[in-house]
């Protein structure tokens, strides 16, 4: 990850004078600073350029929960943060935000300084994800994940996890055997994030035993207590 001075963030909100609001603060704080007006301008972009994406959720024909799910299925893309910026803030809303893999959900109206605050707490949560492995790599069988680069594979394909599931496997694969709790994995992939429900986990594991094929056969569920990895 960048430093602060040279981090670089797309907009997508098809409100224009938002975009431009937003563009002119951030670039304040030192960020460079994208926009688009919608999901499908956006998508012509090179988005393996960014940092972080903040995607508005009502647009047009692609909405940015329908964003976030193309961003989150590619490889190339699915370790970038994303923070929504919605006027929707039921729980339905804020649980589809997170499920899909989104780092925070802001709600309509908001402060400026509000998102600035947020973005720096999405960017020190993720930097210090990727500054935290003690090894390079982890494998199981054909099973690896490459800690530095960010990357899963199986049988040496290429798998597209979100940042999350990501996290959890690696939790999980690292400590072959150990059962977290449900409250243990919180504190561990989420962090400091306020709005998380436990129904968030299950799902998040149930897309990662899907993904990961054979092996998700070893990621076994211990009722009443939490997750591990068996060999």
């Avoid at 603060?25 to 998508?43: H, I, K, P, Q, R």
């Avoid at 968030?200 to 035993?209: G, K, M, P, S």
Wanted: aromatic content about 8%; some cysteine.
């Amino acid at each position: 990850m960048a430093t602060a001075k040279t981090i670089r963030i797309l907009v997508v909100d098809d409100e224009e004078d938002l975009c431009e609001i937003l563009r002119f603060n951030l670039e304040t704080e030192g960020y460079t600073v994208d926009t688009a007006y919608s999901a499908e301008e956006a998508l012509q972009r090179d988005l393996t350029l960014y940092d972080l994406f903040l995607l508005d959720v009502m647009m047009g024909e692609i909405s940015g929960f329908k964003m976030a799910h193309l961003l989150q299925r590619d490889p190339k893309t699915a370790s970038i943060p994303i923070i929504f910026l919605t006027a929707k803030d039921t729980e339905n809303d804020l649980l589809t935000g997170f499920n899909i893999g989104a780092d925070d959900y802001i709600s309509k109206p908001f402060s400026i300084r509000q998102v600035i605050a947020r973005i720096k707490a999405v960017l020190r949560r993720t930097q210090a994800t990727i500054k935290e492995p003690s090894d390079d790599q982890l494998t199981f069988e054909t099973l690896t994940l490459d800690i530095r680069r960010i990357k899963a594979t199986v049988d040496g394909e290429e798998i597209p996890l979100t940042k999350k599931e990501f996290e959890i496997l690696r939790l999980l694969l690292a400590d072959r055997g150990n059962v977290f709790s449900r409250e243990e994995i919180l504190s561990r992939v989420w962090k400091e994030e306020v709005y998380v429900l436990d129904r968030t986990i299950d799902v998040n594991i149930t897309r990662l035993r899907k993904k990961i094929g054979r092996y998700g056969k070893n990621i076994v569920t211990r009722l009443g207590f939490g997750y591990c990895f068996e060999c």
